[in-house]
């Protein structure tokens, strides 16, 4: 059997499923991954996205911020991001469990997102905790981010190095993996702590792993599918592959 028709399979039998995504889904809409031979920390140090170093020198975070969020702001979801839509219309994803900051899948019509790492769409005083949408965190951009009301750092709320993820979403994205009887990962190199942990509970509660990504990732020894090519063209094919075998 083909890897394909064994993933098509085990989504038609799962009763719940959820999908685990990465920078790799969202390269076609534009978004540069961290990783790669041309990603962004062979741009610029990785250190800037520590957060030790943005509370000290958040100047240079600031250059960073500022390449990235045109490219954040006029992305457009791809067909990765819309297949893993149909597939929860379709009723076989329960949730997208993301890495990414981006919200493309939500602007793909996306009901039930978890963000681990956060979003660049919002953004939060690191004293007195004000929050501050994207517009109003533009507004700010012309120098070091300051907030208005008390002066301190205004700091977009992505997750950085050293921080801990968003306690909320973490526990919900761990029932999700625990519960899950089928994982498909998509556009995640799993090298990344507590992410790759997700894997690993579904794995280990007997869940079965379909991982889609167009090179090797660190958790392939342990999927029941790998699939190495584009998300934008395998993930369509799976959601085609489904609606053939309902008629």
């Not at 920078?23 to 520590?50: C, E, H, K, Q, V």
Request: hydrophobic share 40%; with cysteine.
């Amino acid at each position: 059997m083909e890897p394909i028709d064994l993933a098509v399979r085990l989504i038609k039998e799962s009763s719940s499923l959820v999908a685990l995504t990465g920078a790799g889904i969202s390269t076609d809409s534009g978004i540069p991954d961290f990783r790669s031979p041309d990603g962004i920390w062979n741009r610029y140090p990785a250190l800037l996205g520590d957060y030790s170093t943005f509370q000290k020198h958040p100047e240079k975070f600031l250059e960073l911020g500022k390449e990235l969020l045109p490219v954040l702001m006029s992305a457009q979801p791809n067909k990765g991001h819309t297949a893993l839509r149909d597939l929860e219309g379709m009723g076989y994803i329960k949730a997208v469990i993301t890495q990414n900051i981006d919200g493309l899948h939500q602007a793909a019509g996306t009901q039930k997102v978890i963000e681990i790492h956060g979003t660049y769409k919002t953004a939060t005083c690191t004293r007195c905790y004000r929050k501050f949408s994207i517009d109003e965190m533009l507004s700010l951009l012309r120098g070091i981010p300051l907030c208005p009301d008390c002066s301190s750092i205004v700091k977009p709320d992505v997750v950085m190095f050293g921080e801990q993820l968003p306690r909320e979403a973490f526990l919900e994205a761990k029932k999700l993996a625990e519960d899950a009887d089928v994982m498909i990962v998509a556009g995640s190199s799993l090298e990344v702590y507590p992410a790759s942990h997700l894997v690993l509970v579904t794995k280990g509660n007997h869940g079965r792993i379909i991982i889609i990504n167009d090179t090797k990732t660190a958790l392939d020894r342990v999927a029941d599918v790998v699939i190495r090519d584009n998300l934008s063209v395998q993930l369509p094919r799976i959601v085609e592959k489904c609606k053939e075998e309902r008629l």
